[in-house]
């Protein structure tokens, strides 16, 4: 009997979390945004400032090149779930061993590009994008100023984290 009585309290329970999760999701907004405090957002939009004008761009700089960072997971990620799919299919056993090296390589690759990213930071960068394809090894660096110097220093220090099989490119956004 105890063991029913506590089934009864959990269904009760997770039924419950149902209707307050289906509530939660189709009710309407009030119409007020949380980061606004209440106010209408066109009183917040006339006194905010330039100083809170650039902390947005740079935000949403740094927000792009996440997108990017996302697009490029995500793309070697259905990379690998086709090759894990031919593993699966393939009756060869040599050719399992090469779909595995490719799989290992996307892993790689993904690693070389996070490396390289944070040591460019730590070359006082705010941040970096880094994107390897067909040999060729593409890195955009935000940056209020630079110089040739400074470009030259981005592809040493990348030539030296991958070799000199891959061709580098560096360009920097100012904005």
């Known amino acids: ?8 309290w959990l269904l009760t329970m997770l039924s419950l979390v149902v209707v307050l999760s289906v509530y939660y999701v189709t ?3 009030d119409g007020r945004e949380m980061t606004t ?3 209408n957002t066109t009183e917040t939009d006339a006194k905010m400032s330039d100083k809170d004008m650039k902390i947005i761009t740079e935000a949403a700089g740094d927000e792009a090149y996440e997108t990017v960072r996302m697009g490029l997971m995500d793309k070697r990620s259905k990379e ?8 699966a299919t393939e009756a060869n056993v040599d050719e399992k061993n090469k779909l595995y ?15 390289i990213e944070s040591y460019i930071k730590t070359l006082g ?7 390897i394809e067909d040999n060729q090894v593409y890195v955009t660096v935000k940056a209020k100023e630079h110089s040739k110097a400074d470009a030259v220093d981005i592809i040493r220090l990348v030539r030296d984290e ?4 891959y061709i580098p490119t560096v360009d920097f956004d100012t904005k």
Do not use: C, F, H, W
Request: aromatic fraction near 2%; proline fraction near 2%; charged fraction near 35%.
């Open 1 to 8: 009997m105890l063991l029913k009585k506590q089934t009864v």
């Open 27 to 29: 009710s309407e907004p």
């Open 37 to 39: 405090n209440g106010k």
């Open 80 to 87: 690998k779930t086709e090759l894990a799919s031919q593993v």
């Open 101 to 115: 090296g490719k799989m290992k390589e996307i892993d790689a690759i993904g690693v070389k590009e996070r490396t």
């Open 125 to 131: 960068y705010s941040d970096s994008l880094v994107k």
């Open 162 to 165: 991958i070799g000199t099989e």
